[in-house]
């Protein structure tokens, strides 16, 4: 099994980005195009861990409507498979996808995940409505698809040891942060967060991470994670947009 380079994707968009979390649907054209130019190649998350396919994953929170719009026709037409998180309580609102779009991503072997019922931040919540949020949202989404999900990815990355192991509890067998990084055989994954601020040029260097970039982003991680913490999550987002929008 080689190690697993996973990143991170929220909107795809047709114009210019209007949020740091968002890329241009042209930046993630040539993104995919430069990882099969250098070989790679491309696997859901519960693919790696059951059948040991692949070197690269592409995540999609969230469930936005650019992921069947946008995504879903590039990753078709070269035979990609990737794994998408669902928050069931976004499904079939505007900027979203629908049940329908969600069946037909799944019919053609994409993996779907949670990403929560509702969106909130995990590590705030009490025990019951964190049970809720996990749980519920897995069975809403098994029942919808006909098929058991396996992989769990955390809201703005907010996890801690404890809802690992909740999470783990409720029957989840992968658990995807938002922590950078290679995985290799542990089921708490690292992502690489793909945004606004990436170029052309950074595509080579993100698909083949030198140690040093690893370090210099797990340093900006665990900065960020203080940050959240001394701010509390809501008013670090805010803070991130306003500098985002200057």
Same mark, same amino acid.
């Given at each position: 099994?080689?190690?697993?380079? *996973?990143?991170?994707?929220?909107?795809? *968009?047709?114009?210019?980005?209007?949020?740091?979390?968002?890329?241009?649907?042209?930046?993630?054209?040539?993104?995919?195009?430069?990882?099969?130019?250098?070989?790679?190649?491309?696997?859901?998350?519960?693919?790696?861990?059951?059948?040991?396919?692949?070197?690269? /994953?592409? *995540?999609?929170?969230?469930?936005?409507?650019?992921?069947?719009?946008?995504?879903?026709?590039?990753?078709?037409?070269?035979?990609?498979?990737?794994?998408?998180?669902?928050?069931?309580?976004?499904?079939? #609102?505007?900027?979203?996808?629908?049940? @329908?779009?969600?069946?037909?991503?799944?019919?053609?072997?994409?993996?779907?995940?949670?990403? @929560?019922?509702?969106?909130?931040?995990? %590590?705030?919540?009490?025990?019951?409505?964190?049970?809720?949020?996990?749980?519920?949202?897995?069975?809403?989404?098994?029942?919808?698809?006909?098929?058991?999900?396996? @992989?769990?990815?955390?809201?703005?990355?907010? /996890?801690?040891? #404890? *809802?690992?192991?909740?999470?783990?509890?409720?029957?989840?067998?992968?658990? /995807? %942060?938002?922590?950078?990084?290679?995985?290799?055989? @542990?089921?708490?994954?690292?992502?690489?967060?793909?945004?606004?601020?990436?170029?052309?040029?950074?595509?080579?260097? &993100?698909?083949?991470?030198?140690?040093?970039?690893?370090? &210099?982003?797990? %340093?900006?991680?665990?900065?960020?994670?203080?940050?959240?913490?001394?701010?509390?999550?809501?008013?670090? &987002?805010? &803070? #991130?947009?306003?500098?985002?929008?200057?």
């Amino acid at each position: 099994m080689k190690p697993l380079n *996973t990143f991170i994707f929220h909107r795809i *968009t047709d114009g210019a980005p209007d949020n740091w979390a968002d890329v241009n649907k042209f930046f993630f054209k040539a993104f995919i195009d430069d990882a099969l130019n250098q070989n790679n190649s491309f696997a859901s998350i519960n693919q790696w861990y059951e059948k040991g396919e692949g070197n690269l /994953c592409l *995540t999609f929170d969230d469930g936005n409507l650019s992921d069947f719009g946008n995504v879903f026709p590039v990753l078709g037409d070269r035979g990609i498979k990737a794994s998408f998180f669902i928050v069931p309580d976004f499904v079939g #609102k505007k900027g979203f996808m629908n049940w @329908s779009h969600i069946i037909e991503l799944h019919k053609y072997g994409m993996e779907i995940g949670s990403h @929560s019922l509702s969106h909130k931040f995990m %590590t705030t919540l009490r025990n019951d409505d964190l049970h809720n949020e996990i749980a519920k949202s897995k069975k809403v989404i098994e029942d919808k698809i006909g098929s058991p999900i396996n @992989s769990f990815a955390y809201p703005y990355g907010d /996890c801690s040891n #404890k *809802t690992h192991n909740i999470i783990k509890k409720l029957g989840y067998k992968n658990i /995807c %942060t938002s922590k950078p990084g290679l995985n290799n055989s @542990s089921r708490i994954i690292k992502r690489n967060s793909i945004h606004s601020q990436h170029k052309e040029k950074d595509i080579y260097h &993100l698909l083949n991470p030198a140690y040093q970039r690893i370090l &210099l982003s797990s %340093t900006k991680y665990y900065l960020r994670s203080a940050l959240k913490k001394s701010l509390g999550m809501k008013n670090y &987002l805010i &803070l #991130k947009d306003a500098i985002y929008k200057k």
